[in-house]
């Protein structure tokens, strides 16, 4: 009987043994999801006195707008977004927008359509300005 016991044990082993090689095929792994996040506008202005500047964004889905360190507003049809921010406004980070996809981040784009001054709300010639969007 405890023959009969081990023989069955070493046979149980070997089919273990057998079952844990390299050639086991594994379950695909499924693709990740899209996953949103925040885009930052970032404006390149050639003046000193700018009091506001209107910025325009276009992509594929634009959840929603914040400026950074401005007052202003902001509208957002869903993919295209126009907004306003107003202060003492310098180059660097001027607004952030949400992205369902931050994959697709290539496909927004964002320019600036007007500039005014500080002191006199005179329209600014926009060369020179530039809005940017990175990741």
Not at 10 to 38: E, F, H, K, R, Y
Request: hydrophobic content about 45%; proline content about 4%; some cysteine.
């Amino acid at each position: 009987m405890i023959r009969c016991f081990g023989a069955a044990l070493i046979a149980s082993a070997a089919v273990l043994l057998g079952a844990c090689s390299s050639d086991v095929a594994t379950a695909p792994t499924t693709p990740a999801g899209p996953t949103g996040g925040w885009l930052t506008i970032q404006l390149t202005t050639p003046s000193s006195n700018d009091g506001a500047v209107q910025v325009a964004v276009t992509g594929p889905v634009i959840d929603s707008i914040k400026l950074v360190g401005y007052d202003g507003f902001n509208t957002n049809t869903g993919t295209e977004a126009d907004f306003v921010a107003t202060g003492s406004i310098i180059s660097g980070d001027l607004a952030r927008i949400y992205v369902p996809d931050l994959n697709q981040s290539g496909a927004y784009h964002s320019s600036v359509t007007a500039a005014a001054a500080r002191d006199s709300y005179a329209l600014q010639a926009l060369d020179g300005y530039r809005a940017v969007l990175v990741r």
